[in-house]
């Protein structure tokens, strides 16, 4: 029997009583007036407590409403009801599912304002601008800055800075990443970064040049970008963890950070790791993430859920979330898109 059947059942048992009562007051000598005068008193009492019984059954059956409808969308946010259908992805965008999971969840965001730290030539700005979204895009590499502004320069929901951003305003150095010998196919301009780290053999760095660097703090203060932020996307090869703890207030709901693999080239070294990254945007409040990993060698991509560790040789994304019901709604698209990963 339910909370609800049992409240019923005593209202009942209560009314039997109830008309008992009358009936024996019937009964009763009716010149006896104290009498009478006490026993009315007790049945005017009586309906006061009924009233109030019949105000709690009302209140119990309206709470068992709302947590049933509370728990039916929950259920119904984090399980798959139906398969996602698209059009057929761009190769960037198969390559990449993880802008199309902000592309998503930026649906579900009062604010559509995106910062994008380390835009390169705008391909993930260009999608994110085409699903409606605002963009502030900071590219510090001259020529990638270049090429940035001769693609999207032209819209007006588009904003493009030459700077860097880092943990504090200062100057810093860019590490310009070169093809190795046999490697000259690759686009090396996609790995310059403010750290120095390892880059593998196919990559090193040539050279150095001097950049601007700006906290995002900085930005949001002096109101060259809005203080309010929906999205915020780093990709700045290893120094996303500085760009963060310039961030100022914690409160954009979706942040997105790229990782490595301690057995990855570029993870051999201290920067980049998913752990401490993890650590520090949990102490931010952003208690769920969805980790959206790459392994090149077999041509892997897939995706798990609020776990610091990373696959051996993976590199990726995780996407922060300040609340669960954003998490939801992304857990459930990744459900839908993408092959899961268990951690045993």
């Known amino acids: 029997m339910t909370e609800r059947d049992d409240v019923v059942v005593k209202l009942d048992e209560f009314a039997e009583f109830k008309r008992e009562l009358e009936q024996y007051i019937e009964t009763l ?29 009302t209140w119990l059956v309206a709470e068992i409403r709302s947590l049933t409808a509370v728990v039916a969308d929950l259920g119904s946010s ?62 510090p590499f001259p020529a990638s800055f270049a090429a940035l502004q001769d693609r999207l320069g032209g819209r007006a929901d588009f904003t493009a800075s030459p700077s860097a951003i880092g943990a504090a305003d200062g100057e810093g150095k860019l590490n310009i990443a070169a093809a190795a010998n046999g490697a000259e196919g690759l686009d090396a301009s ?57 961030l100022g207030e914690p409160d954009i709901p979706v942040v997105m950070t790229e990782f490595w693999d301690s057995q990855h080239a570029f993870g051999a070294g201290t920067h980049g790791h998913l752990g401490p990254t993890v650590a520090l945007m949990r102490s931010l409040g952003y208690a769920w993430h969805v980790v959206i990993y790459h392994i090149d060698e077999n041509e892997t991509i897939s995706y798990y859920f609020n776990n610091a560790q990373t696959i051996p040789n993976s590199w990726g994304n995780a996407i922060f979330f300040k609340e669960r019901s954003l998490f939801a709604r992304a857990a459930q698209w990744c459900e839908a898109v993408l092959r899961p990963t268990l951690h045993g």
């Open 190 to 246: 996609l790995f310059h970064s403010l750290v120095d780290h390892p880059l593998g053999t196919s990559i090193r760095f040539a050279d150095a040049v001097e950049v601007q660097v700006r906290s995002l703090a900085s930005l949001r203060q002096k109101v060259e970008i809005p203080e309010q932020i929906g999205i915020l996307k780093i990709d700045a090869e290893g120094a996303d963890i500085e760009i963060i703890k310039g």
């Open 29 to 57: 000598v009716l010149n006896d007036s104290s009498i009478i005068d006490a026993l009315a008193r007790t049945l005017g009492l009586i309906a006061k407590l009924e009233a109030q019984a019949e105000q709690h059954q």
């Open 78 to 139: 984090t399980r798959p009801s139906a398969p996602v259908v698209a059009p057929n992805a761009d190769e960037f965008s198969a390559l990449n599912p993880e802008i199309g999971l902000l592309q998503h969840v930026s649906s579900y965001i009062d604010n559509r304002t995106v910062v994008d730290v380390g835009a390169h030539l705008g391909d993930v700005a260009e999608r994110l601008l085409d699903c409606g979204c605002r963009v502030y895009a900071f590219e």
